[in-house]
Structure formats: C-alpha cells, structure tokens
C-alpha cells in the first residue's frame, strides 16, 4: 500500500514538471499593435519584454500589469503562440488643457495644478478624475469653503486629445460661530482664546480670515494648547479632542475637550556626562540647574536650558556633542535627566530646498544653523525647522534626511509649503479719552525675499498719522535686523497745549542680540515739523512757533527675562534709551529708563511692578512744545490724559522730567467664568515736572498718586476695560478723572 503511494506521488510531480514546462515558450518575436504615439521600442521597455527569452503566462500577467501602470494605455491585450508576442494597445487621450470655471484666482489655479494626478501634457485616466475632484475640494475645504461643489466635464478633440473642464462653485465661506473649551481646564476661555488663531464670526470682522474654518489651523491650535498648559505646570494635560459641528443657518461650532490635570514644579534636574568627554566643561551648568528646581514645570525653561548646553559646547569647541532629555514624573514633581553625549560623526553633505514656488532659497537657507560640511545635530537641525517656522512665511514645513554618497554623509531635505503672507488689519475704540480708528496693510513675504513691508494709518481726537515700513529680519543673513521707514503725522492739541503741529520723517535702523537676552537698537532718523501757537496761547508758547528741521542719533539697550512678551507672567525687564541731536535746529537730548517686573504668586494672583524714569533737556534752546514730556494714562489712571503737570495760562504744557511707579495684582478667577470678566486692583503714583523756558510758571513738582479698580470685559463687540480710581494726591492743576472706559473691537 505504501509503495503504491510514492508510485502514485512520483507519476503526478512527472505530469505536474512536464505540463508546467508546456506554457513555456522561447520569445522570437513580438508585434504591438494600436499604438499610435508610442513606439514599439518603447512599450517593449515598459513590459521589460526581451527577445529569445523563456515567457510562461506568469510572465504574460506581469507584462499586462507593467503597461497599465504606465497610464499611457485604457485596454491592453495580449496572445503568445507560436513563439510570436502579440500586444493589443489602446492608447489614452492626451490632455490638451485643464480649466478652472469659477475660480478667478491665478494663484489657486496655479497650486491646484500642481497637485492634480491628472495633469496638462500627460495621458488622461479617467478614473484617476475623482480623485482629482476629492483633491480640489480638500484644497478648498483648507481656504474655509466647506460646501464647495466640483463638477467635471471631458471634452473630445482630434488625434485623440481631450480638455478637461472643472466646474467650481465655492458656496459661502465656513465661518466659525461658536469657540468653547470643556472639562477640567483651569483658565477662563477669554484666557485660552488668546492662546488659539481661531475667531469667532462678528459681522463687522469682515476682514480677519481666522473666523473661517480650517483643519490645519485647528490641528496648530492644538499643539498651542498642550504647549501653554505644559508651560504653566500641567505635564499631563490631555487635550481630549477638538470637534466640529455646523449648525444650520449659525455656521460651525468648534470645541476643544480639556483635562489640565495636576501642576507639577521640578523636583530634580541633573545631568549626565558621557565617559567620551570632559565632565568639567559642563559644571557650570549646576547653578542653572539647581535654580530651576522648585519652579513649576515649564517646556520653555527646559528648552532655554538645552540651548545653553549647545552654546557651551559651541563655546569649548566640542563637535557632534549631542543630548537627550529623560523626564520621570511622580507625585512630588518631574525629575529630568539630561544626558550629553558624542553623537555619531556625520557631516551634512548637501542641503535640498523644495516646495518654495515664490520664497527665494536664500530666504530658508539663512534661517538655518547648520550648513553644507558641518557635523549633523539633530538638535540645531530642529532649531532650523523652528525658525524656518517663526518667519510665518509657510504653511507646512518638513524635513528629511537622506544617505548621503558615503556612510558618514547624509543629505538634508527640507520641504516647505507656501502660503498667503499678506495681511489686512482694522481696528477701532471708543472711550473717555474719545475715539479712534487704525487701519493697516502688511506684506511678510515681499517679493519672494523674506522681507517685511508694512503702511498704517490711524486717527484719534487729537492725532492723525500714516507710515509705511520696511524690515528685513535677517539683513544679509547676518541674523540682525534692519529697517527703513517714512512717517507723516498731524497734531492738534489747541484744547490742552494751545498748539498744532506737522511732522513728516524718515528713519533708518537695526536690532540684534548683543548678549544673551540682550538686546541692542540703534537709528538714525531725519525729521521736519511745522508748529502752529493758538491765538489764545501764552507768548512764551507762541515763540515756540516755527518750522525745525532736526537729525537724530536714538539707540536703546533691553535687558529681557520675561517668561514671553504677550501677557507675561514672570520674569522682568530692563531697558535704556536716548536719543541724542546730530543737526541742531531747536534739539534736544532726551533719556527714558523702564524696569518692569512680573511674578505668578498664585493662579489667582499676578502681582506686577513698573517703573519708569524720563527726562528731555534742550541744547541750543528750549525743549520744544512737541518734545516736552506727559505722563501716560496707562501709567497714572484717575487723571485725565494730557492734563497733568505744569500749566502755562489754560495750557497744560508738558515737563523735562517725568517719574512713574506702578504696582498692580491682578484677579483673573475673582468673579464666575460667566461673567467673562478679569479684575485688577492697581496703585499708581507718578510726577511730571521742570519748565525750562520759563521761571514764572510753577513746574508742579509734586507727587501725584491713586488707588483703584480695574476690569477688562469680554463683550460680543469686543473688550471693555475700565477703571474706577480715587486720587491719593495731586496738584491743584491737575484735572482727575473717577471713571475712565475703553472699548474696541478688530475687524
């Protein structure tokens, strides 16, 4: 029985080798059939068909699939007898042109193009239309036009050619009617809607763009929201989900689900040496370190502290030094260890930059920290990505980093997604002080060059000016900044000074980090101004009367340690500046020192101290009545704006010094979040004193003071923010002012 089994096996593996070989054919001649453009030669490549090989019809189907892959052919047919390969081809039309009805932007034309499957010049395959269609809505979808609606329409022309039409009707832009933030989220949402782009629709926003729906958008303000509550403490945030729902007739309702989760401070922070260098460079680092510990959690003091890692390096000439970041979280606080380490030796070799249609290579290029030939560091490497970012010149931004020509090389490909940089700003406010309105236009990305051009025009009870800016952040890739600016103004103060001026001037200046956090400015600036005395005005204001033409030298140096520059929280500032004359024509010399200092004592507290110091001194006459100094509003409430100080008949005239210190806690959670309101209770006193061009007048030197209340309001128009002030002490010149409100709005 066995043996009638192997008998049986061994006859079918005889059948089974024999048959298969029975297929199998030597090819000695293949003949294409239907093809029209494409040669013979050439659709034999792409079915990698040779001559005097062995096909079996195995190889057959391979050949069928490779043609088709080519999209080049809509029916392909294959017969394979008598040693002779005979292909059937029908070719594909050939796309003549693509049009766009309905969409009359040349720039949205040209981008969409790009990403067609189905593009001009190509072959036509039809079912790769739909999926052109799902591309051309997601792109409309990004611009905030949900309900867009495309239609496709083939026409046929000779020799085999086709146009395609596509239909586009955009409907009405989604806008975003409601914001809310849910769960356990510690701040108000007035608070966590200035952390997102995202607006809700007013109808006198008309000009914002960030009232309309955007995926990306939202994806961004995600990683702001993780990235704000880490900074403040909250390592385990969980941002839940963000969802979108459209209501009829109102617009779309967007949602983020927060759980903030406990605040954690830093329990520990150490590093960690690798044996391959010297752990002495680094021992500086400990005092950094040990000052840290006891603070609350923050991505942006861990981040300052890797970068000094990186500077020290630099410093101590430590190439391919590399370092990662472990954190370990328990109840008593994060324990970070920072390990540093000699990375693999691998040198940049080249540096590709793509997807820049309009931005200038050099634009990118002098935003990076690394160059062709310089080790590889990951960490610098990401720095680049992150300042290619802060130019806010592209909408998405990639990297990769491919084999270079040898194992130690590697090739850098950076990918980067243009996108609309111009801007259309509006605003205006309502108050006691009166009202006033701006209006202002900025390009980011002028000329493809990566420079900032800006024009403004504002107007106010007693102020109308314009001015047109440009800025170039990084000025012949040095990494400072320079700009240019021309400025007209218009003046009249003839119910508080008693005068009317016009300025027109033109200014020439840089920046740039001198130190650490250390900032310096200088410029040069060239202006001509025409004052005008009332009638009414005292003779000692109506000498002042005049054209001047003056040329001045201005720098200033800031010291900077805030924890950030939009509604800081911690930290504190230092800055000095002075502008001194160059051509004389009634100039003077003027100085101004600011200290500001921020501390977070609580959530609920955030106690601030600002004090400032000024004075303006003539040189070859009197301080002219344009250059005299007030004190401002912001800095002493419970007085009326420019009626304090010195008084020369019924004009409040101004003086050569001024001193202001302010002291202020703010109560963002002392009322229910539905009261969409934030208090503040503030202490103010300042001085404004000295007339030099005249000894009869008393110059007012006296201390004037206030306590108070203040409260900004989240309205449906905009914020309202007023002050309910008592006057300690003033001087019997002084007019004060109870109640004081403001209210604006942007558009």
């Not at 993780?226 to 729902?245: A, I, M």
């Not at 320079?482 to 103060?493: G, H």
């Amino acid at each position: 029985m066995v043996s009638f089994r192997k008998i049986s096996t061994l006859i079918i593996l005889f059948f089974a080798f024999f048959s298969g070989n029975s297929y199998s054919e030597v090819v000695n001649k293949v003949v294409v059939n239907g093809n029209e453009r494409i040669s013979s030669e050439t659709i034999m490549v792409f079915g990698d068909i040779t001559v005097g090989a062995n096909y079996e019809e195995s190889d057959i189907n391979l050949l069928i699939k490779k043609l088709y892959e080519t999209n080049y052919f809509s029916n392909i047919s294959v017969e394979f007898e008598d040693n002779k390969i005979t292909i059937n081809v029908k070719e594909n039309p050939i796309v003549y042109s693509i049009t766009f009805n309905g969409e009359k932007t040349k720039k949205n034309v040209e981008r969409m193009k790009e990403f067609l499957l189905v593009k001009e010049k190509t072959s036509f395959v039809k079912n790769n239309i739909k999926t052109d269609i799902n591309q051309i809505k997601s792109f409309y979808r990004e611009l905030g036009y949900y309900f867009v609606k495309i239609d496709a329409e083939i026409e046929k022309l000779e020799k085999n050619r086709v146009n395609i039409f596509y239909t586009v009707d955009t409907g009405e832009k989604a806008k975003i009617s409601k914001i809310y933030f849910l769960g356990d989220k510690k701040f108000r949402d007035t608070k966590l809607r200035d952390v997102i782009l995202s607006e809700e629709a007013k109808f006198w926003k008309f000009l914002s763009r960030n009232i309309y729906l955007n995926k990306n958008r939202i994806e961004v303000e995600k990683r702001l929201l993780v990235n704000f509550y880490k900074n403040k403490g909250y390592y385990e945030v969980d941002l839940k989900s963000s969802n979108v729902e459209y209501s009829e007739g109102e617009g779309f309702v967007l949602t983020y689900s927060i759980n903030a989760g406990k605040k954690y401070k830093f329990k520990k922070i150490f590093a960690e040496v690798s044996q391959s260098l010297d752990s002495e460079a680094f021992f500086s680092l400990e005092p950094e370190f040990n000052a840290l510990v006891g603070e609350y959690y923050s991505q942006t003091k861990l981040q300052s502290l890797l970068e000094k890692i990186d500077k020290l390096s630099e410093q101590k000439e430590l190439q391919f030094v590399n370092h990662s970041v472990l954190e370990t979280l328990d109840d008593d606080g994060v324990e970070v260890k920072i390990n540093i380490f000699e990375g693999k030796k691998i040198i940049i070799e080249k540096i590709n930059i793509a997807g820049n249609t309009v931005t200038n290579d050099s634009v990118i290029r002098g935003e990076l920290l690394v160059d062709e030939g310089d080790p590889f560091s990951e960490l610098l490497v990401n720095k680049s990505i992150n300042k290619i970012k802060g130019r806010n010149l592209f909408g998405k931004i990639d990297r990769k980093t491919l084999p270079g020509s040898t194992e130690d090389l590697k090739i850098l490909e950076i990918s980067v997604e243009e996108k609309a940089t111009g801007e259309i700003m509006a605003g205006a406010g309502v108050g006691t002080e009166g009202t006033n309105f701006m209006f202002s236009i900025r390009e980011n990305n002028w000329l493809g060059k990566g420079v900032r051009v800006d024009t403004a025009f504002s107007i106010s009870e007693e102020r109308i000016s314009g001015n047109i800016a440009v800025t170039d952040p990084n000025y012949n890739f040095s990494g400072n900044s320079v700009s240019t600016a021309l400025n007209v103004s218009a003046t009249d103060r003839t119910g508080t000074t008693g005068f009317k001026s016009q300025k027109s001037g033109f200014s020439l200046g840089t920046s740039f980090e001198q130190y650490e956090d250390v900032y310096v400015s200088p410029s040069l600036s060239l202006n001509h101004e025409d004052i005008e005395a009332e009638s009414t005005a005292s003779d000692s204001i109506k000498k002042m009367e005049g054209t001047y033409l003056n040329s001045d030298f201005t720098y200033g140096i800031l010291l900077d340690k805030r924890n950030q520059t939009f509604q800081t929280t911690d930290g504190y500032s230092a800055s000095f500046y002075q502008s001194l004359p160059i051509i004389q024509d009634s100039s003077s010399i003027s100085n101004s020192f600011f200290v500001n200092n921020w501390h977070e004592f609580s959530e609920n507290v955030i106690g601030s101290l600002k004090f400032q110091l000024k004075s303006v001194h003539g040189i070859d006459d009197d301080v002219r009545l344009t250059n005299r100094l007030f004190i401002p509003t912001k800095r002493l409430r419970g007085f009326e704006s420019g009626k304090v100080g010195p008084k020369d008949g019924n004009d409040w005239v101004g003086g050569n010094y001024v001193y202001g210190l302010s002291a202020e806690a703010q109560l963002p959670n002392l009322l229910p979040e539905s009261y969409n309101t934030d208090f503040s209770v503030y202490l103010d006193t300042a001085n404004v004193w000295g007339v030099d061009y005249s000894n009869t007048i008393n110059n007012s030197s006296k201390l004037r003071s206030s306590i108070g209340v203040a409260a900004n309001v989240f309205t449906p128009v905009g914020p309202l923010s007023w002050t309910f002030s008592q006057n300690l002490t003033k001087a019997s010149s002084d007019v004060t002012e109870t109640i004081s409100f403001q209210l604006g709005t942007s558009f």
